[in-house]
């Protein structure tokens, strides 16, 4: 039993969800936080999403619920003021029984709770270029919606999240000190990473010269972070708000293509079977660029394919140096996985690289630039 599990009706009783529950089970396929789902014991009654935040991920999970409310509370805002559903179109925090955004554990962990969206769904895999650009428009519209937002008063929960030279750094570290004796099984992707290493600046010089501008961004900008209505199949909402922090919109967009514009699955073992689906990866632009409703730089849409890039290289160099580490981040269910996790982002880097003047000429294209 984990620390989740022993503090869990600790928590049950701090909510009041407003109904007695009947079931409390195991929600989601995330990789960080404990996820349940309370079920009231009236079928009309509402469900709520309750999780317990990885202490892993988060050494404030304070600051991630100071971050997670104002974000919401300002979404519900707009949301309203423009003649849309808040309820539905992004994340209510439940307040606890004595009013506070969250609960502290006997064990120091940090609980909040969410009303269910009903008849929405998310998906693990976009099965058509339509579902794909879906989720593009949410997340574009995600920064429309925040360009009013000073990214300056978030928040950093995550340190150097996306500072891609920093995480190439630690990958160096966890390989020269090798704990677990596994960096002989990884030479190959040890020697691709590090000679991307020129790569890892590029976004972040841009920034510095002053070509991207620093915005309010989700850092986790993944196909099933958004939810989808099970009857017309049009995205409603953006979830999973823990990551958003002050960043750059390009990563944002390259998240979505590394873990979305690829058939496979992320700890696909067969590499030959990994590639970029470049149908995916400009109908996704274009809707991205669509729902950011032209808030965008001409510099941000020109660096969008280096997103893609950089954020699948850094998401492989993660899952790289949790390998080394003994997997103590990513949640794991079998040997070697974050290994095939890392390789399967290695490979799509690849085929960018490969397709490099393709990918440039559909942004262009989609931004008119």
Request: aromatic share 8%; charged share 25%.
């Amino acid at each position: 039993m984990n620390d989740a599990e022993q503090t869990l009706d600790e928590a049950l009783a701090v909510f009041d969800f407003g109904a007695p529950e009947a079931a409390v089970g195991r929600f989601g396929r995330g990789h960080v936080n404990d996820t349940f789902c309370v079920r009231p014991v009236s079928p009309q009654g509402r469900c709520f999403i309750l999780q317990r935040l990885s202490a892993a991920a988060f050494r404030r999970p304070d600051q991630v619920m100071v971050n997670v409310i104002g974000v919401t509370e300002y979404l519900r805002e707009k949301i309203a003021a423009a003649g849309g559903d808040p309820s539905r179109e992004t994340l209510e925090v439940l307040r606890t029984r004595s009013g506070a955004g969250w609960y502290t554990d006997r064990l120091g962990g940090v609980w909040r709770a969410f009303p269910f969206i009903r008849d929405a769904c998310s998906l693990p895999a976009a099965g058509t270029p339509e579902v794909f650009a879906a989720s593009g428009r949410a997340f574009g519209r995600f920064q429309r919606l925040m360009d009013g937002y000073p990214a300056g008063a978030l928040y950093e929960t995550i340190p150097r999240f996306h500072d891609t030279v920093d995480r190439l750094a630690k990958l160096r570290t966890a390989a020269a000190a090798d704990p677990l004796g596994r960096a002989g099984s990884c030479a190959a992707e040890l020697t691709f990473a590090l000679e991307r290493e020129g790569d890892c600046s590029v976004a972040l010089d841009a920034h510095r010269r002053g070509e991207l501008p620093l915005r309010v961004t989700h850092n986790d900008a993944k196909l099933d972070n958004v939810l989808f209505d099970t009857r017309t199949g049009e995205a409603v909402c953006v979830i999973d708000l823990d990551t958003v922090m002050p960043g750059l919109a390009i990563n944002d967009f390259g998240d979505s293509i590394r873990s979305g514009a690829n058939r496979c699955a992320e700890d696909e073992r067969d590499q030959s079977r990994v590639r970029l689906d470049v149908e995916l990866f400009a109908a996704y632009t274009a809707a991205f660029l669509e729902g950011a409703g032209g808030i965008l730089t001409p510099a941000e849409i020109e660096y969008l394919p280096w997103g893609a890039r950089l954020m699948t290289l850094e998401c492989g160099i993660r899952f790289l140096t949790d390998y080394l580490e003994g997997d103590v981040y990513f949640r794991t269910e079998r040997p070697g996985q974050n290994l095939d996790r890392a390789r399967t982002q290695f490979t799509l880097v690849r085929d960018m690289e490969a397709r490099w003047k393709e990918l440039n000429a559909i942004v262009r294209t989609a931004g008119g630039i």
